[in-house]
């Protein structure tokens, strides 16, 4: 299995953009994809997820009313269309797919495949 993220870059604050995540050798329908980001000297966390299935989506509160995640079964892609961005977005933006349910799903163990990371800059 292989995580490709994708379209990262450097941004003004308030710009937007759309990261992608195509996979190999996973259909990303019957997971939970998740997004994670990490900052220099900080944790990794959680930003968002969409379920399998019905597409049931969860968001982080930093992150509510200005990201979007979604999935396109036939091109086995999920997106997160980045909004109003600001300089404390400013991360590596990982995706990940698992097994995780609801209460697993803002968890790093909720999640066993992990794409290698694509850099977001937000200048201020």
């Known amino acids: 299995v292989q995580l490709q993220a994708s379209g990262g870059g450097l941004v003004q604050a308030g710009g937007s953009l759309r990261l992608s995540c195509a996979a190999a050798g996973l259909t990303f329908s019957g997971y939970t994809t998740g997004w994670f980001r990490q900052a220099p000297g900080e944790e990794r966390e959680f930003v968002a997820a969409i379920r399998p299935n019905g597409g049931t989506t969860y968001y982080a509160d930093s992150v509510k009313g200005r990201f979007a995640v979604s999935r396109d079964n036939a091109k086995n892609t999920v997106y997160l269309q980045m909004n109003s961005l600001k300089p404390e977005d400013t991360a590596v933006y990982y995706c990940?797919?698992?097994?995780?349910?609801?209460?697993?799903?803002?968890?790093?163990?909720?999640?066993?495949?992990w794409g290698q990371g694509t850099e977001v800059t937000v200048s201020s």
């Open positions: 990940a797919a698992g097994r995780a349910i609801v209460s697993t799903l803002a968890t790093i163990r909720g999640y066993n495949h």
